[in-house]
């Protein structure tokens, strides 16, 4: 992503809060997009911190044309992961775990024929993040523990890019915003659509992320 396209894009956002805040008083880090298959390089994002909120403009080349959706990975507490300030898969279904973990909708991008893919988005503290299977259907195993960024200097954060597969024609919304839409429910969250999305003939994936970690560690 060229760097004045994320400029104006955080400057934007940074626009939408209540108290202005200058670029000066932004807490900046970037890292790769990779694959999960693989870890292979696939891009890059970045992440800018305020006092109450953070800011992410993330990007990937090459992959296959579809939607695609960005989900939030919020380690509040990421000391409480069982590598200290370094969480990973294992912490996600760790019932023992005090790492503060929230999940939620961040954004959605379509990828057409070039293969680039571009999401932005914000995420201010105490936000209800929503979206996700939350325990009430198994959550997919995954240990929940809060509902919303706590701390936006302290927390772990992930982001995660989760293919939708092609276009499906009157599903598209439901693809872009939802964490199902368009795929096939199976177990455990199959008796929750549409919940979390219009069900369809394809298969949703997780496909990419980036780790951005705390800025705020002893």
């Known amino acids: 992503m060229k760097r004045t396209t994320i400029v104006l894009l955080v400057l934007g956002l940074v626009g939408l809060t209540a108290t202005p805040v ?16 693989d870890l292979g390089d696939t891009g890059d994002a970045r992440l800018w911190r305020t006092n109450n909120r953070v800011l992410t403009a993330a990007g990937a080349e090459g992959i296959p044309a579809g ?6 990975v919020v380690w509040n507490t990421p000391e409480g992961c069982a590598t200290p300030f370094a969480c990973g ?4 279904f760790d019932p023992e775990g005090d790492t503060g973990l929230a999940i939620g909708y961040a ?20 936000r209800a993040l929503d979206g996700f299977p939350y325990p009430e259907f198994g959550a997919i195993g995954v240990s929940l523990t809060e509902t919303s960024l706590v701390d936006s200097k302290h927390a772990e954060i992930h982001l995660v890019l989760r293919s939708h597969e092609e ?3 009157g599903l598209i919304q439901s693809q ?13 969250i199959d008796e929750s659509e549409p919940l979390y999305g219009t069900p369809g003939p ?10 951005f970690p705390s800025i705020n560690t002893p």
Not at 23 to 30: F, G, I, P, T, V
Not at 89 to 92: F, P, V
Not at 176 to 188: D, E, K, Q, W
């Open 22 to 37: 200058s670029a000066s008083h932004l807490e900046k880090q970037r890292t790769d997009v990779l694959a999960f298959a």
């Open 67 to 72: 939607v695609y959706t960005m989900w939030w």
């Open 89 to 92: 898969e294992a912490d996600l």
């Open 107 to 126: 954004g959605g991008d379509i990828v057409g024929a070039n293969g680039r893919l571009r999401v932005v988005a914000h995420l201010r503290e105490g």
């Open 167 to 169: 276009r499906i024609p």
């Open 176 to 188: 872009l915003r939802t964490f199902n839409g368009g795929c096939v429910y199976a177990p455990p």
């Open 202 to 211: 394809n298969t949703c994936a997780d496909l990419f992320f980036a780790v």
